[in-house]
């Protein structure tokens, strides 16, 4: 299973996957796509690398 086929563990950074409007039935119907890392070709699909992460909490914004 490819849950995120660029990532090198070598290399320091951290690799994301984020998936943007997906219904849940348009993954089940792409699931066959991790086993082979060919899910980044998906619409609404991308893939960022970075190596430095900043978390962010918005109280104002919370319920």
């Not at 660029?6 to 796509?33: C, G, T």
């Not at 899910?39 to 914004?61: A, C, F, P, Q, W």
């Amino acid at each position: 299973m490819k849950i995120v086929p660029n990532a090198d563990p070598s290399n320091r950074s951290l690799e994301v996957v984020i998936l943007q409007d997906f219904k849940w039935y348009d993954f089940i119907l792409n699931l066959h796509k991790i086993y082979n890392g060919t899910y980044l070709t998906v619409k609404n699909v991308t893939s960022r690398r970075g190596e430095e992460t900043i978390i962010e909490l918005d109280l104002h914004g919370a319920l």
